[in-house]
Nanobody
Framework: QVKLVESGGGLVQAGDSLRLSCEAS??????????VGWFRQAPGKEREFVSA????????YYDLNVKDRFTISKDNEKNTVYLQMDNLLPEDTAVYYC?????????????????WGQGTQVTVSS
């Protein structure tokens, strides 16, 4: 069992940056073995894949819409995954969720993750 807590969301203007954190609390001892993904859900839309990283912290995945603006990283010593978001756009406005999965893994498929955080709101004004 892993409990995930997201933080770092907020209200910013277009072009600004934010860094989201996803910290494992309960079950943190094994977090270094988990693959982690970031997803987002805007009002009236389905949850969509944003980025993910292999448990080793060495292989990232990105949606094409964020590939040149977002950077994912994993600090296994701190049991935390970060999502650095630069040059934010109004269309990035959503609740951002992190999720974790151990073992066989399909990074872009939300229903394949086992544990989810509660989400953090990101709002980008134009």
């Amino acid at each position: 069992q892993v409990k995930l807590v997201e933080s770092g969301g907020g209200l910013v203007q277009a072009g600004d940056s934010l860094r989201l954190s996803c910290e494992a609390s309960e079950g943190a001892r094994s977090f270094n073995m988990y693959n982690v993904g970031w997803f987002r859900q805007a009002p009236g839309k389905e949850r969509e894949f944003v980025s993910a990283i292999k448990w080793t912290g060495t292989i990232p995945y990105y949606d094409l819409n964020v590939k040149d603006r977002f950077t994912i990283s994993k600090d296994n010593e701190k049991n935390t995954v970060y999502l650095q978001m630069d040059n934010l756009l109004p269309e990035d406005t959503a609740v951002y969720y992190c999720a974790a999965k151990q073992g066989t893994w399909f990074p872009r498929m939300a229903d394949k993750y086992d544990f989810w955080g509660q989400g953090t709101q990101v709002t980008v004004s134009s």
